[in-house]
């Protein structure tokens, strides 16, 4: 595990960038972090992505981690980074997977990266466009999507009232402490996953360091995800002509709610959809990494 790379981009921002999996990858797959969280968050795929012979990169978005914040950034500058970072690495043709929030980011690279150099895609419990309905979202979530564009310096302030000073306490019992008393509020299966000993320490330093900064990274993100896109689902070039695409979503998701991607999935009719009772919103994730990665690196040989 490398968890402290950074690359400085062409416009002099920073792009810092965790690598886990295997030391002897055959195969490379690009991870899109939670909102609020980071790099630190592809620790939870590490066994995984070794056991499969998958090299795992999990960039820190701007704003979060040790990324630079990229004011007026849309969704479809996301791609631009990602293709930067893997000509760094050297990197011509790789996957790509998106968690929660990491969902719209990996829709974006569907959209803007070539298909001769993305191989396949995977959203599990994906957030997508407002316009489909919140019904059955978490407020809090429902809150940030209909106050973020409007009033992101607002939303920042919040987060870092909320959160981000408890981040940036010396002491890590802190933050811990407060983000355990938050998860009191989720399903029984998510907060089963979020304490599980294989899970926890990675969930809290992911979303630690994620708001270390601040919360204006993530108010940003709270922007873009609830405005409009910048594109429309229907219009990705997906299926066997195009970009496979998968989507992961567990029945009892109040993250995301499963209509959300129901509805997604009528406006890409040639998508996988993976539709599993019993699960929640991050416990699909954290318990079937090598299922999910194992389909991902298998709908396409190069």
Same mark, same amino acid.
């Given at each position: 595990?490398?968890?402290?790379?950074?690359? !400085? %981009?062409?416009?002099?921002?920073?792009?810092?960038?965790a690598?886990?999996?295997s030391?002897?990858?055959?195969? !490379?797959?690009?991870?899109?972090?939670?909102?609020?969280?980071?790099?630190?968050?592809?620790?939870?795929?590490?066994s /995984?992505a070794?056991?499969?012979?998958?090299?795992? *990169? &999990?960039?820190?978005? +701007?704003?979060?981690?040790?990324?630079?914040?990229? +004011?007026?950034?849309?969704?479809?500058?996301? @791609?631009?980074?990602?293709?930067?970072?893997?000509?760094?690495l050297?990197?011509?043709?790789?996957?790509?997977?998106? %968690?929660?929030?990491?969902?719209?980011?990996t829709?974006?690279?569907?959209?803007?990266? +070539?298909?001769?150099?993305?191989?396949? /895609? /995977?959203?599990?419990?994906?957030?997508?466009?407002?316009?489909?309905?919140?019904?059955?979202?978490?407020?809090?979530?429902?809150?940030? %999507?209909?106050?973020? +564009?409007? $009033? @992101?310096?607002?939303?920042?302030?919040?987060?870092?009232?909320?959160?981000?000073?408890? /981040?940036?306490?010396?002491?890590?019992?802190?933050?811990?402490?407060?983000? $355990?008393?938050?998860?009191?509020?989720?399903?029984?299966?998510?907060?089963?996953?979020?304490?599980?000993?294989?899970?926890?320490?990675?969930?809290?330093?992911?979303?630690?360091?994620?708001?270390?900064?601040?919360?204006?990274?993530?108010a940003?993100?709270?922007?873009?995800?609830?405005?409009?896109?910048?594109?429309?689902?229907?219009?990705?070039?997906?299926?066997?002509?195009?970009?496979?695409?998968?989507?992961?979503?567990?029945?009892?998701?109040?993250?995301?709610?499963? &209509?959300?991607?129901?509805k997604?999935?009528?406006?890409?009719?040639?998508?996988?959809l993976?539709?599993?009772?019993?699960?929640?919103?991050?416990?699909?994730?954290?318990?079937?990494?090598?299922?999910?990665?194992?389909?991902? *690196?298998?709908?396409?040989?190069?």
């Amino acid at each position: 595990m490398r968890e402290s790379e950074s690359l !400085t %981009l062409s416009d002099g921002r920073v792009l810092s960038y965790a690598v886990y999996g295997s030391p002897m990858p055959q195969t !490379t797959v690009f991870y899109f972090h939670a909102f609020p969280s980071s790099r630190l968050e592809g620790k939870l795929w590490h066994s /995984a992505a070794a056991r499969l012979n998958v090299r795992l *990169i &999990a960039p820190d978005r +701007p704003g979060m981690g040790n990324s630079t914040f990229q +004011p007026n950034r849309t969704l479809l500058d996301w @791609p631009n980074d990602v293709l930067a970072l893997a000509d760094h690495l050297k990197i011509h043709k790789f996957y790509v997977t998106g %968690l929660s929030g990491g969902g719209p980011y990996t829709l974006a690279c569907v959209k803007h990266i +070539p298909k001769e150099r993305l191989a396949g /895609a /995977a959203v599990v419990s994906g957030l997508y466009p407002v316009s489909f309905g919140t019904a059955g979202m978490l407020f809090f979530a429902r809150m940030l %999507l209909w106050v973020g +564009p409007w $009033m @992101p310096g607002l939303v920042g302030t919040m987060l870092d009232m909320a959160m981000g000073k408890a /981040a940036r306490n010396e002491d890590p019992k802190v933050f811990e402490d407060l983000l $355990m008393k938050e998860i009191e509020s989720r399903p029984e299966v998510d907060r089963n996953a979020m304490k599980d000993e294989k899970n926890r320490e990675a969930f809290i330093e992911g979303t630690r360091e994620g708001l270390r900064q601040g919360g204006q990274g993530s108010a940003w993100e709270a922007r873009l995800n609830g405005s409009p896109w910048g594109f429309e689902l229907s219009d990705l070039d997906i299926g066997e002509e195009g970009v496979p695409l998968a989507l992961w979503h567990g029945s009892d998701d109040i993250n995301c709610p499963v &209509a959300m991607v129901l509805k997604a999935q009528e406006l890409m009719p040639n998508v996988n959809l993976h539709l599993k009772d019993g699960e929640g919103h991050v416990s699909y994730a954290f318990r079937h990494q090598e299922e999910i990665l194992q389909e991902l *690196i298998g709908i396409r040989d190069f």
